[in-house]
């Protein structure tokens, strides 16, 4: 089952028209051809990241030079970053804007993806951080400028879950 090249398509150009000028990100299988695309696109400056977490100080030092970024990562990898979500970007007000592949929701296939998938959505609870599902190419570019627009009112952390129905070509 490859990963949707024309829907990977749909979410890079709804950053990019919401302004989005910097991605981080770390390689990740659903992610790879966002990040390719990033990568090739001279407009757009991709920091490669060692771990997840190095992101949000990407993010915060784009919001503190004027730039506005996102971060791309896996729900594993948001899990890890938990520390430096609440320690810099909610302490600090630093707006955030999260594009998490969703792994381990129905339909995975990989039993090493569950466990995160099973707890995602109750820690972004948890951390009050306000998301939404990514599973049609149709409701991407709303959902993606509205979450933009609520992280940099709020200066807060938003999060935008990419599920399987959105990334996967069946």
Not at 130 to 149: C, F, N, S, T, W
Request: glycine share 8%; with cysteine; charged share 25%.
């Amino acid at each position: 089952m490859p990963v949707s090249v024309a829907n990977s398509q749909v979410i890079y150009d709804a950053l990019k028209a919401s302004g989005i000028s910097l991605l981080s990100a770390l390689p990740e299988t659903w992610l790879v051809h966002l990040i390719r695309m990033a990568e090739d696109d001279p407009e757009m400056i991709l920091v490669r990241l060692a771990k997840e977490e190095e992101g949000i100080g990407i993010s915060a030092g784009a919001h503190l030079a004027g730039a506005k970024s996102a971060m791309l990562m896996q729900n594993h990898g948001f899990l890890q970053s938990v520390n430096g979500i609440v320690s810099l970007a909610r302490l600090y007000r630093i707006p955030l804007l999260m594009l998490i592949s969703y792994r381990g929701e129905m339909g995975e296939r990989d039993p090493w993806q569950t466990e995160g998938g099973s707890v995602t959505e109750p820690v972004l609870r948890a951390l009050d951080i306000p998301y939404e599902r990514l599973e049609e190419p149709g409701h991407v570019r709303l959902r993606i400028r509205k979450a933009q627009a609520l992280a940099e009112s709020s200066l807060k952390p938003v999060a935008l879950l990419l599920c399987r129905d959105l990334m996967w070509e069946e």
